[in-house]
């Protein structure tokens, strides 16, 4: 509406300039009147004027403003009495309030985020494309032991394993970095992303030490090793000592025994062996779980590999009268593994599943696989079992622990181990 108006003003001055300028040249030709001549141009210079005037205040008013949004200005506001630009100087205090109110808020978020990242427990080191460093927190500077970082060139020269992660990390990068600070070894997790910024890319680098926690796993897991290796290594030795301490009382001083004395002595000579070789067959389970070779990968299609493994318990599933459903990847595909390896660790979990049944009639195992939110490949087994107890999930992956009567307690950990070697996982 005040542009429409805007430009009727600028219309009408014109078009009254062209009416004056026809009706001079119509006077001109009559020497006669030559004081309506003086007349007519005198009202064609006002009107020029006026039409400078009109234009050069908007202009000016523009002008202003534009200026105000380039330096920031944030004290200037416009005041005008005519009514012709009142409208136009409001509309301009508005944006400029708008435009005041929006970087204010803008800097609150600025201070906020500031104070926050400074005060984290988290390192974080921002790169951009030209490996300059943008900002580094407290943290950051706290954990490297450093009183302050500028430069790449400071990082590589007194971290040169960090430096190197940093500078091959392309888009989402995860990993450990063994450092030493002031005599004192950190192992860092380090996490990067790259953000496109105004035309830039900006690496944004996290890191936290995590040694003590590590420590704190490592030795609560040589704790659980020991007291499990000390329980069953103690079941096996008692009896073996009670029963040969048995036999040779037994055995007396007498040159002959009797036929009852020879029964109980065979009896505890047998046991003794029983508990011998399950003593030998939990050593041979802690040297497997200690010695899992390499991968040997190669690409296997993954529903042919898990149809492979169903044919392989085949018998087991008949004979326990189990249905196995199995639901493959949609768009098949290849995985990268040891065929051997992750063999055993499908079958394992297949086995635990047939097991884990009690007396129920409807007995169903369903095999999944699919691909997570990462394009990564995975196997789901399920079933409609009695499940696992909560106070045991924690520990089902703890080397030698087992609820089975005749169980070793390595199945579970051995496959994590397995998923481990290939950079996978499992999850219960």
Do not use: C
């Amino acid at each position: 509406m005040d542009y429409k108006r805007f430009t009727i003003r600028i219309i009408i001055r014109i078009l009254l300039i062209l009416a004056t300028l026809v009706l001079m040249a119509l006077i001109v030709m009559n020497p006669d009147r030559l004081f309506s001549i003086i007349i007519l141009a005198a009202l064609i210079v006002l009107e020029v004027a006026e039409l400078i005037r009109f234009t050069g205040r908007t202009y000016r008013l523009i002008h202003d403003f534009l200026d105000a949004i380039e330096y920031e200005d944030r004290l200037v506001r416009f005041k005008y009495k005519s009514g012709k630009s009142e409208k136009l100087a409001s509309t301009f205090n508005k944006v400029i309030e708008v435009i005041e109110r929006v970087k204010t808020e803008r800097e609150s978020q600025f201070a906020f985020l500031e104070e926050l990242l400074a005060n984290i427990p988290v390192g974080v080191i921002t790169v951009d494309g030209s490996r300059s460093i943008g900002h580094v927190n407290r943290s950051a500077l706290g954990t490297l032991g450093l009183a302050g970082l500028r430069e790449m060139a400071q990082l590589e020269n007194e971290f040169p394993e960090l430096n190197e992660f940093i500078r091959e990390a392309t888009g989402k990068t995860s990993g450990l970095i063994d450092i030493r600070v002031g005599g004192i070894n950190k192992t860092l997790s380090v996490h990067i992303s790259t953000l496109k910024i105004l035309g830039r890319n900006i690496q944004i680098v996290s890191f936290m030490d995590i040694r003590q926690q590590i420590e704190q796993k490592e030795i609560q897991a040589w704790h659980d090793l020991i007291r499990t290796l000390g329980h069953e290594i103690l079941n096996s030795v008692t009896p073996i000592s009670s029963l040969t301490e048995t036999a040779l009382m037994l055995m007396g001083n007498d040159e002959v025994l009797s036929d009852e004395k020879r029964r109980k002595i065979k009896n505890a000579l047998t046991k003794i062996d029983d508990r011998s070789v399950r003593l030998v067959e939990f050593i041979e389970s802690y040297r497997k779980y200690t010695r899992v070779p390499d991968p040997v990968q190669e690409d296997i299609d993954i529903n042919i590999f898990v149809g492979d493994a169903i044919e392989l318990v085949r018998d087991e599933l008949i004979k326990n009268q189990i249905h196995l459903s199995f639901v493959p990847a949609g768009d098949g595909g290849n995985i990268r593994i040891d065929r051997n390896l992750i063999g055993q660790v499908l079958l394992n979990l297949i086995r635990n599943a047939i097991q884990a049944f009690g007396q129920q009639d409807s007995r169903e195992i369903e095999i999944r696989n699919f691909k997570d939110d990462t394009g990564k490949a995975g196997i789901s087994v399920g079933d409609n079992g009695p499940g696992i107890p909560d106070e045991i999930l924690g520990k089902i992956f703890i080397p030698f622990f087992t609820t089975k009567k005749n169980g070793t307690g390595i199945g579970l950990s051995l496959s994590k181990q397995i998923m481990h070697l290939h950079g996978g996982d499992i999850r219960v």
